[in-house]
């Protein structure tokens, strides 16, 4: 059964660093595309980026670009999102996908949710 | 790139038709096979629905179908259920090699 594990939610202070982790099972991890999702609250779904982990072929989505770091460890099956310093903007839930090249993800993670306040 | 553009809300009845309209431009939904609708519940993770334009995943119930026209893709639900009651979003990979959604449609079901 294919899966994909989203680390817990976090209540985090501006200014702060934070990384947080998606864990596939059930199927070959460096063979998919991991996609970042971001769902502001009461809001719609939004691409951050792509990558392939079997070579860390990374795209961003331009508004993203700069903005975060999707990284990956294939050696753990796990994807990374991860902030240099966070916004109270940043506020939301975040969702990993098991995708293609195209971003048409089959497999979603069930979401982490980030709160960013003092 | 700009979200593409779906209207806020549709609605229609039980054992009805209903057909939601995703638009963009030829850099994205007119430029690509690469269109896909999302079924959103509230508090839950997005559901993929259609992919490729037209394509269903294993399992998902053959009374939704997507089609294309230019730059405007859509997704008809037929036989409407009270299940359907949901957000419905499209997607589209584009020039930048990178996806875009839409901004998202509420469907109720009356």
């Known amino acids: 059964e294919v899966q994909l594990v989203q680390s817990g939610s976090e209540v985090i202070q501006p200014g702060e660093s934070l990384k947080i982790s998606c864990k596939g099972s059930?199927?070959?991890?460096?063979?998919?595309?991991i996609g970042w999702v971001r769902q502001m609250p009461g809001k719609g779904l939004e691409w951050m980026g792509i990558i392939y982990p079997d070579d860390s072929d990374t795209r961003y989505s331009p508004s993203f670009q700069g903005q975060v770091t999707i990284s990956a460890d294939k050696s753990i099956n796990t994807a990374f999102l991860q902030w240099s310093s966070l916004k109270a903007s940043d506020t939301a839930m975040y969702y990993c996908a098991r995708t293609d090249f195209s971003s048409s993800g089959d497999y979603w993670g069930q979401g982490t949710l980030v709160t960013v306040s003092s | 790139q700009s979200a593409l553009t779906q209207p806020a809300s549709v609605s229609g009845s039980p054992g009805q038709s209903i057909t939601i309209s995703c638009t963009g431009t030829g850099s994205d939904v007119g430029g690509y096979n690469y269109v896909s609708w999302y079924q959103q519940h509230p508090g839950k993770a997005p559901k993929l629905i259609i992919y490729?334009?037209?394509s269903r995943p294993s399992g998902v119930s053959s009374r939704f179908s997507g089609s294309r026209s230019g730059n405007t893709a859509s997704l008809t639900i037929s036989g409407l259920q009270a299940e359907d009651e949901a957000d419905y979003y499209c997607s589209s990979y584009t020039s930048s090699s990178t996806g875009v959604f839409g901004g998202g449609t509420k469907l109720t079901v009356l």
């Open positions: 490729d334009v037209n």
């Open positions: 059930g199927y070959n991890f460096t063979n998919y595309w």
